[in-house]
């Protein structure tokens, strides 16, 4: 078990530096690799930052540590780690009530929360979750994204924006009147450069095109829009001192729930991005090992003033086009963007603010999943109300509250559905089943009923009102389960019930067609000893010949 465990949690660098070794090529794909991906993420690091209400460095120091340590521990051959979108409504909360070193806090306390989610193996469980709550998850994210760069993209001069969806179009909306319209052409403008780029030169990225040629703009002819420089000041050259946080007791206790919609987040979107990478290039991830990497990076990335970090898709997949070898080319990304903040950091302030609200409005687009909601929206009815659910609840409410509520509601109406499916009552007469009653000789004070599907909690009731059917009580009644895969404790206790009123009416209980697994559970149980281990055969022909024997007993 422990071997196992251990395999499980054994980064991917390591697995495959072991099973294929590493060669001069093998480092200079990755190290093209690991620049192609840089230069993607570097406006999109100090953009994510500004958009949290939070200084752009933040993003680097983020995409810096926390993008190397996710590289190095993780499980995936592709990922690129980082701040990403998804994050900026739950960073700008987090930092807004509890200031920045509350969000330190957090992010470490999430870092420990995806360690132990790792030695509990919950990578796999990103299968539960049901696709439209994702689909819903993202488009509301995609959305909140948006609408936390209309003051950027407008020019709007407002101090601070509340982080609640409403009151943010409210201070919007009494703020429209200052909208700098050179800032907006400026955005409009940088959308329409990515839009281009990517239709007729798509290996060169949008995002660094837009950001040189932006820059260049504001610095050639002095445009009146607001630039990093402007609001934030100079951007450090070298990595900050590392800090521990203070911790107490009380605060652990109020940053819990943040940490844990971090910890939430950073699993489902590190390994939805792992799944995207093995998508694209044949691989397979190992999902407990990226858990590891991903809690390790975000307790450094904490410790080292950044914000909370996971996979990045839309870099990932740049670094699987770029021709990316092994998880080195992540960590060689991390190391470009070291290199552009030490030399670069004079002439990064000059980007305006516009153009990085414009990249993001791209990226909110491209998360959107138009094209899945569409598709949801054709299926059936349960998978639109989870899908308008959980949007909703993700832009209105919480996050966090959003997956629950989203996957608690999923579950809701699959266990309607699952009871819908399952059917209780007299057993048709099949001509082409061998088994069927059509080719037996049942006595008249028999009856015979089935269950088609499993019996669990949900359709327990079901069973037991199965007797209200009756006009008068049969002497014997067989309840064929051969199609029953499953059974639980309501279930169990349904045939209690079931095997007690039957008792009252002089009816004797016997259960036909059990399976090895069921009859178990119920033999298991005091069920078994009431019913009696003679009266649960696993055929319909035991059960008749053992109903003989009952009627000849009774007369």
Do not use: C
């Not at 940088?190 to 290996?203: A, E, F, M």
């Not at 410790?303 to 992540?330: D, E």
């Not at 169990?492 to 079931?498: F, K, P």
């Not at 059960?543 to 009774?554: D, E, K, M, P, T």
């Amino acid at each position: 078990m422990l071997r196992s465990l251990h395999d499980s949690l054994e980064p991917k660098l390591i697995t495959l530096f072991r099973r294929q070794g590493y060669s001069r090529s093998d480092f200079i794909a990755d190290a093209i690799a690991g620049l192609a991906v840089a230069i993607v993420a570097l406006p999109l690091a100090m953009a994510i930052a500004i958009a949290s209400n939070l200084p752009p460095e933040r993003g680097l120091f983020t995409a810096i540590v926390a993008g190397f340590l996710i590289s190095a521990h993780g499980g995936s051959r592709y990922q690129i780690g980082g701040p990403t979108a998804a994050f900026i409504v739950t960073v700008a909360t987090v930092a807004m009530k509890h200031g920045y070193e509350g969000l330190v806090l957090a992010t470490i306390m999430a870092g420990g929360i995806l360690v132990l989610m790792a030695f509990l193996r919950a990578g796999e469980m990103i299968k539960f979750i049901p696709y439209p709550v994702i689909v819903g998850f993202t488009s509301g994210i995609a959305l909140l994204i948006a609408f936390s760069q209309i003051r950027d993209f407008f020019g709007l001069h407002v101090d601070t924006v509340p982080p609640d969806f409403l009151e943010k179009l409210g201070v919007y909306l009494a703020h429209l009147h200052d909208t700098n319209i050179t800032a907006v052409i400026l955005a409009l403008a940088s959308i329409g450069v990515i839009v281009l780029t990517k239709r007729h030169i798509p290996k060169i990225p949008g995002p660094i095109i837009v950001v040189v040629l932006s820059a260049l703009a504001v610095w050639a002819l002095a445009l009146p829009v607001e630039t990093i420089e402007s609001r934030f000041g100079a951007i450090p050259s070298s990595l900050p001192t590392p800090v521990w946080p203070e911790i107490t007791f009380e605060k652990l206790r109020l940053l819990l729930p943040d940490a844990i919609t971090i910890a939430t987040l950073a699993a489902i979107e590190s390994l939805l991005s792992a799944v995207v990478a093995d998508g694209m290039a044949g691989t397979r991830h190992k999902p407990n090992a990226e858990l590891m990497g991903q809690g390790i990076a975000n307790v450094a990335s904490g410790i080292f003033g950044g914000l909370p970090a996971t996979g990045a898709i839309a870099r990932t997949a740049t670094n699987v086009k770029a021709g990316a070898r092994t998880p080195v080319a992540g960590m060689m990304h991390a190391a470009w963007l070291f290199v552009f903040m030490l030399l670069l950091s004079p002439l990064i302030v000059k980007v305006p603010l516009a153009a990085l609200a414009a990249i993001l409005m791209v990226v909110a687009w491209n998360m959107s999943e138009i094209k899945h909601v569409r598709e949801i929206m054709k299926a059936p009815r349960t998978d639109r109300i989870v899908l308008i659910t959980t949007f909703l609840l993700t832009v209105l409410v919480d996050l966090n509250f959003a997956i629950q509520a989203g996957i608690a509601l999923a579950s809701i109406l699959f266990i309607d559905q699952m009871m819908k499916a399952t059917r209780i009552g007299a057993v048709e007469r099949a001509e082409n089943d061998p088994d069927s009653i059509h080719n037996k000789s049942i006595p008249e004070e028999v009856e015979v009923y089935e269950i088609q599907g499993p019996l669990f909690f949900g359709v327990a009731e079901k069973l037991v009102d199965t007797l209200l059917l009756f006009e008068k009580p049969p002497q014997v009644f067989i309840l064929r389960m051969r199609y029953v895969p499953l059974i639980d404790a309501a279930g169990l206790h349904a045939l209690e019930v079931l095997h007690e009123r039957l008792g009252q009416n002089g009816t004797h209980l016997i259960l036909s067609g059990v399976n090895p697994q069921v009859r178990r559970f119920i033999e298991k149980s005091h069920v078994g000893d009431q019913i009696g281990h003679d009266n649960i055969v696993d055929h319909i022909d035991k059960a008749l010949i053992r109903s003989g024997y009952v009627l000849g007993a009774n007369t």
